[in-house]
Nanobody, 125 residues
């Protein structure tokens, strides 16, 4: 059974940091692509970052988070992380992790078959 569980969200002040975790079961994280998406109220879901399967060795970021967010993978824990630094109010959203077994365009949510339940990140003073 495939399951993705996000954790680590919460309320943080502008300029602060948070690390989101995505614990994956049903796949080994180095054999699939894992993406992070977010959805703010009234807006479409957007791709934030993606780490490809180990054999491909790619990491991708949306322009809006480049230099501030870092995606990583811990194979021993079968978990993917999203380290978020220098957070801005416009980063406020529900964040989702998702798994794709055959990734072509990482930004398109239709490429991902399995999704977590989402976790709230709020950046506010």
């Amino acid at each position: 059974q495939v399951q993705l569980v996000e954790s680590g969200g919460g309320l943080v002040k502008p300029g602060g940091s948070l690390t989101l975790s995505c614990a994956v079961s049903g796949f080994t994280v180095d054999s699939v692509a894992v993406g992070w998406f977010r959805q703010a109220p009234g807006k479409a879901r957007e791709g934030v970052s993606c780490i490809s399967k180990s054999a491909e060795g790619r990491i991708m970021y949306a322009d809006s988070v480049k230099g501030r967010f870092t995606i990583s993978r811990d194979n021993a824990k079968n978990t993917v992380y999203l380290q978020m630094n220098s957070l801005k109010p416009e980063d406020t959203a529900v964040y989702f992790c998702a798994v794709s077994t055959w990734l072509v365009q990482w930004q398109f949510d239709v490429e991902y078959k399995y999704w977590g339940q989402g976790i709230q990140v709020t950046v506010s003073s």
